[in-house]
Nanobody, 122 residues
Framework: QVQLVESGGGSVQAGGSLRLSCAASGYGFVFYCMGWFRQAPGKERERVAAVDRRGFTNYTDSVMGRFTISKDNAKNTLYLQMDRLMPEDTAVYYC????????????????WGQGTQVTVSS
């Protein structure tokens, strides 16, 4: 199975941008569903964006139109481009993976990175 390492977090002012990267090692990246999750202090972890093995994407409503998830199978890397950041986007962001179903869809995510902090100041 793959192993995941996130990078690209940091501090930014509201309205700014960041790009998170998730490098995957191991075999079979192309067969995996990949997702970005986040957890803010005192809140439950939520799924921000995901892409299945066919390349279909979905986003939580609060980031629609501001965040873009992309999966580069040639580089074994997942990205999250975050634009027009807001203070409520502040959280630890986690990359996650699970082997996807051949006909589409994804089971519960089981592989996790270590997380990267994103802080947005007003």
């Amino acid at each position: 199975q793959v192993q995941l390492v996130e990078s690209g977090g940091g501090s930014v002012q509201a309205g700014g941008s960041l790009r998170l990267s998730c490098a995957a090692s191991g075999y079979g990246f192309v067969f995996y569903c990949m997702g970005w999750f986040r957890q803010a202090p005192g809140k439950e972890r939520e799924r921000v964006a995901a892409v299945d093995r066919r390349g279909f994407t979905n986003y939580t409503d609060s980031v629609m139109g501001r965040f873009t998830i992309s999966k580069d199978n040639a580089k074994n890397t997942l990205y999250l481009q975050m634009d027009r950041l807001m203070p409520e986007d502040t959280a630890v962001y986690y990359c996650s993976a699970v082997r996807g179903y051949a006909l589409g869809g994804c089971p519960e995510y089981t592989i996790w990175g270590q997380g990267t902090q994103v802080t947005v100041s007003s």
